[in-house]
Antibody
Framework: EVQLVESGGGLVQPGGSLRLSCAAS????????MHWVRQPPGKGLVWVSR????????SYADSVKGRFTISRDNAKSTLYLQMNGLTAEDTAVYYC??????????WGQGTLVTVSS | QSVLTQPPSASGTPGQRVTISCSGSTTNIGSNTVSWFQQLPGTAPKVVIFSDNQRPSGVPDRFSGTKSGTSASLAISGLQSEDEADYYCAAWQDSMNGVVFGGGTKLTVL
């Protein structure tokens, strides 16, 4: 069974940092592009970042560029999102997903990040 | 303001056929494939259509997708109460080197 399990969310003060993890199982993680997508409370889905199968290519939404870093460890089948300089606008449920706009799209259950003083 | 435009709401009665539209441009829908995601209340999104009109295994054939030019549509036939959810379209955006989503459509089964 395919599973993506996010962790690392929580309450953080403005300007703080957080690292999210996404543990994958049930499929060959190293064969899939991986993405982070977020959903602010009561709002729609917003793409955040993506990373190629071997980690050699990454891209980011303008709203997080320079503050967030996506990475992966294929040996551990785990995806990461390092988030620095957090603001209230970053408050959202963060989902990891595979192959977002092609076949083999799987999503995790999400982890909530709340930025507040 | 989302790059892809969807109606905020749609509705139908059980057994009816409903369609949800998604409008984009030549740099997203016009040159890349479209996916549709279903988000049931309180749960994570799940893909119901990818590559414009392909259904993942396990998705009922009541769900279908079409695309023409810079617009796409999701159709749900034989509407059931369990189809009540938010639906999002998505496509690759060439100029952004990323994925863009529609704002979402809340489907109500009356």
């Amino acid at each position: 069974e395919v599973q993506l399990v996010e962790s690392g969310g929580g309450l953080v003060q403005p300007g703080g940092s957080l690292r999210l993890s996404c543990a994958a199982s049930g499929f060959t993680f190293s064969n899939y592009w991986m993405h982070w997508v977020r959903q602010p409370p009561g709002k729609g889905l917003v793409w955040v970042s993506r990373i190629k199968t071997d980690g050699s290519i990454t891209s980011y939404a303008d709203s997080v560029k320079g503050r967030f870093t996506i990475s992966r460890d294929n040996a551990k089948s785990t995806l990461y999102l390092q988030m620095n300089g957090l603001t209230a606008e970053d408050t959202a449920v963060y989902y990891c997903a595979s192959n977002l706009v092609s076949s083999g799209s799987f999503w995790g259950q999400g982890t909530l990040v709340t930025v507040s003083s | 303001q989302s790059v892809l435009t969807q109606p905020p709401s749609a509705s139908g009665t059980p057994g009816q056929r409903v369609t949800i539209s998604c409008s984009g441009s030549t740099t997203n829908i016009g040159s890349n494939t479209v996916s549709w995601f279903q988000q049931l209340p309180g749960t994570a999104p799940k893909v119901v259509i990818f590559s414009d009109n392909q259904r993942p295994s396990g998705v009922p054939d009541r769900f279908s997708g079409t695309k023409s030019g810079t617009s796409a549509s999701l159709a749900i036939s034989g509407l059931q109460s369990e189809d009540e959810a938010d639906y999002y379209c998505a496509a690759w955006q060439d100029s952004m080197n990323g994925v863009v989503f529609g704002g979402g459509t809340k489907l109500t089964v009356l």
